[in-house]
């Protein structure tokens, strides 16, 4: 890997030279007309920015910091809940799966499956995701340098997938705090990657609280711009109607507003710098 190609996702152009792609939605699905809300509001605010779009949640979240939290509708349901959305607004999907049981039923459905960054190296979970023919977000673990993360990546092509989406999310830095470095953004695209910034994990707090992850929204802005000028393929926002009731990460999810706002920001830039395509 060293020149970047563009990828395909959900039949859109992926890479250097291309619209800016967008993932967003929120952390998990609550309810059935939760998500279905969500995805109408957001389809509506990407189609009016004219930016491909892709409407995230979560089925299942398998890695909360306490076993008490919400985690969500489980594969059989929220999967139900997902094809709904996906047939009903017109959107592709992506979800995270976080067992290898799983990437067979999520791929009659979604059109991206996510690695989670906790997981992003376990060889059999990024081969048989690859292998289901779906685009690939793979999250850059908390605890993987950027330079590393191609070899994850290069498990996930050498299956014969070469629509690999890796995302940045932030790098522990110490207990309960994560920084992203913006030289890793450019350090994987010189790698051959497809780059993509989650900024809203990134600025996570780790079981910060008793129990939960807090979060500090108000710098989700200022990542996105960062990332937008260091070079970005693709931006990822959890979005919420209401992220202070929210059930999983509200802490660092926007509202529609902000997302909106951030994502003519990130556009701003790109077309400023010459990135934006059309």
Excluded: W
Excluded at 62 to 82: C, V
Excluded at 173 to 199: I, K, S, T, W
Aim: proline share 5%; net charge neutral; charged share 25%.
């Amino acid at each position: 890997m060293s020149t970047t190609p563009s990828i395909q996702l959900c039949g859109h152009k992926v890479g250097p030279g291309q619209k800016l792609f967008v993932i967003a939605g929120p952390d998990s699905i609550e309810s059935e007309e939760m998500a279905l809300r969500h995805a109408h509001l957001l389809k509506g605010i990407t189609d009016r920015l004219g930016v491909p779009y892709a409407f995230k949640c979560s089925y299942d979240k398998a890695n909360r910091t306490s076993g008490k939290s919400f985690r969500g509708p489980g594969l059989k349901e929220g999967l139900r809940i997902l094809d709904r959305v996906k047939r009903e607004v017109g959107v592709p999907v992506l979800t995270d799966v976080h067992e290898t049981s799983h990437v067979g039923p999520a791929a009659e459905v979604v059109d991206i499956i996510q690695i989670p960054a906790f997981l992003c190296r376990q060889t059999d979970l990024v081969e048989a995701v690859a292998r289901s023919g779906r685009g690939v977000n793979l999250k850059k673990g908390q605890f993987v340098a950027p330079k590393d993360i191609v070899h994850s990546a290069r498990k996930a092509v050498e299956t014969g997938n070469p629509n690999i989406l890796v995302t940045e999310r932030g790098s522990s830095f110490g207990y309960n705090n994560l920084v992203v470095d913006m030289r890793g953004l450019a350090q994987m695209r010189e790698a051959g990657l497809v780059v993509c910034m989650d900024a809203t994990h990134a600025v996570q707090l780790p079981s910060s609280s008793d129990g939960t992850t807090g979060g500090e929204r108000r710098f989700v802005s200022l990542l996105a711009r960062s990332a937008a000028a260091a070079g970005i393929d693709a931006l990822f926002t959890e979005v919420h109607e209401d992220p202070d009731r929210a059930l999983c990460d509200g802490p660092c999810s926007l509202n529609p507003q902000m997302f909106e706002d951030v994502v003519r920001d990130v556009l701003s830039i790109r077309r400023a710098l010459g990135h934006e395509a059309g």
